[in-house]
C-alpha cells in the first residue's frame, strides 16, 4: 500500500459513484423519469428540493436502508444533500447495499439555487 492510498484511504469514491457539475446533473435527470433522492433531512426538504426529488433522510440509519429497497438497484440513481457531504456517504452506502450506477451532485443543493 503506498503512503498516499494510505493517506486517503476512504476519501476515494467507488467506480460506481459518479460527482457531476450542476449543469451536467441537471441534464441527467431532465432526460425523463429518473430515480432522484434527497438525503437530507425533513425540514432541509421541506426548506426546497429539487424538483421530483423524493426524501430519505440519511440519518435515520436503519429507516434508510430499509427505504431504498423499493428503488431499482441496475437503474442510475441521482442522490444529493446540503452541501455534498452526507451524499457521499450516502453513494457509499448505497453501492454497499447493491446499486452499479449513483450519481452524486457536487456541492449539494446549495449550489443547484445558484
Known amino acids: 500500500m503506498s503512503l498516499l492510498s494510505f493517506l ?3 476519501h476515494t469514491m467507488p467506480e460506481e459513484v459518479q460527482v457531476l457539475d450542476r449543469e451536467d446533473y441537471k441534464q441527467a435527470i431532465s432526460k ?3 430515480q432522484l433522492v434527497d438525503v437530507r433531512t425533513r ?7 429539487i424538483k421530483g426529488a423524493s426524501n430519505i433522510d440519511f440519518f ?10 423499493r428503488f ?3 437503474k442510475p440513481i441521482f442522490i444529493y444533500c446540503q ?3 452526507r451524499s457521499q456517504r450516502a ?10 450506477e449513483v450519481y452524486d451532485l457536487k ?8
Not at 425540514?43 to 428540493?49: L, N, R, V, Y
Not at 453513494?91 to 452499479?100: E, P, S
Not at 456541492?107 to 445558484?114: L, V
Open 8 to 10: 486517503f484511504k476512504g
Open 72 to 74: 431499482k438497484r441496475d
Open 60 to 69: 435515520q440509519g436503519s429507516a434508510f436502508e430499509s427505504a431504498f429497497s
Open 83 to 85: 452541501s455534498g457531504n
Open 107 to 114: 456541492g449539494g443543493y446549495r449550489t443547484w439555487t445558484y
Open 43 to 49: 425540514a432541509e426538504f421541506m426548506s426546497g428540493h
Open 91 to 100: 453513494a457509499r452506502k448505497l453501492v454497499d447495499m447493491g446499486f452499479k
Open 32 to 34: 425523463g423519469k429518473v
